[in-house]
């Protein structure tokens, strides 16, 4: 019998001037684990003309990661952080009660021609957790543990599995790992894993069960504990999941929290400019997404 409960495909996204790969939220299937939000953002080639240029927008109750696979983007929020992200480091940033940031393409890249590859997710936060301070935490490629067995190559991204713990300041128990092989093998790693778990399968293919599975399509697991699987040669696949929280997360636009009312009050104050509620972000105050009319009154 099968592992495989449900495969999502992959399905385009309009996030401004650019395109993504929306994997998360589904009809069916709204989170795994805490996880709640995934986008692949491209593989993308930008010509010199062409930038990523996403403005301050808010968040509240959850923390945002952007994992990027190629590419380089410039991240400003109104905690006062002003980063530069490059493939294989991780920023994390919680919105808890409130947050505001921008992404953009560096200065020194936008009158060039480049590449955008990466993730960009979205983690609940804990009940307790949904109204706290926002914060800010960038950890550099080399921080990240990396590490090999029998030829199969694994990084822990985020949160905690195989006995390793990731530097990512998580609030909850999740992981976010990627496996890459050269050659073909079996990969059987359910004993490490807990929760729920989802599958996206970036390059080569993936067999379980005597079925195969290419790219762009996230698979999610029936029972984490028989995650047992074949990757073809020069393959990648990236696991999410964890323990999922009691109470189900709402999602409004940019905004995630288990009180409806929370929702609520944040599209108001961010339609409104509420700049005690939502700060400007320093260096980057002169634009802003604007609330959309549709989901000011939506309920």
């Not at 399905?11 to 069916?28: C, H, Q, T, Y």
């Not at 706290?132 to 067995?149: D, K, L």
């Amino acid at each position: 019998m099968s592992n495989i409960g449900l495969i999502i495909e992959e399905k385009a996204a309009d996030i401004g001037n650019f395109l993504v790969g929306r994997l998360l939220p589904f009809r069916e299937k709204r989170a795994v684990g805490p996880f709640v939000f995934i986008d692949h953002m491209g593989p993308s080639e930008l010509k010199d003309y062409q930038n990523l240029d996403v403005p301050p927008h808010p968040h509240i109750g959850l923390s945002t990661l952007t994992y990027l696979l190629e590419g380089s983007i410039f991240h400003r929020d109104s905690i006062g952080s002003a980063v530069e992200i490059k493939p294989g480091a991780v920023n994390w940033m919680t919105a808890g009660k409130g947050v505001v940031h921008s992404e953009r393409t560096p200065e020194y890249l936008r009158h060039s021609d480049k590449r955008l590859h990466g993730f960009q997710i979205w983690v609940g936060l804990p009940k307790h957790l949904e109204q706290s301070e926002p914060t800010f935490h960038h950890i550099e490629e080399n921080e990240i543990p990396v590490w090999e067995e029998d030829g199969i190559q694994y990084k822990l991204i985020a949160g905690e599995a195989f006995g390793r713990t990731s530097p990512v300041p998580v609030h909850s128990k999740l992981f976010f790992i990627e496996i890459k092989t050269k050659e073909p093998k079996k990969i059987s790693i359910g004993k490490d894993l807990y929760g729920e778990a989802a599958m996206y399968v970036l390059d080569g293919t993936v067999t379980t069960d005597g079925n195969s599975y290419g790219s762009k399509q996230l698979m999610i697991a029936k029972d984490t504990k028989l995650c047992e699987f074949e990757m073809s040669e020069n393959g990648t696949v990236y696991l999410f999941g964890g323990e999922p929280f009691d109470e189900e997360r709402f999602i409004f636009w940019n905004f995630v929290n288990s009180d409806k009312e929370m929702l609520d009050q944040a599209k108001v104050n961010w339609n409104d400019q509420n700049h005690e509620a939502f700060p400007l972000v320093p260096g980057d105050e002169t634009e802003y997404v604007p609330l959309p009319k549709a989901i000011l009154n939506r309920k």
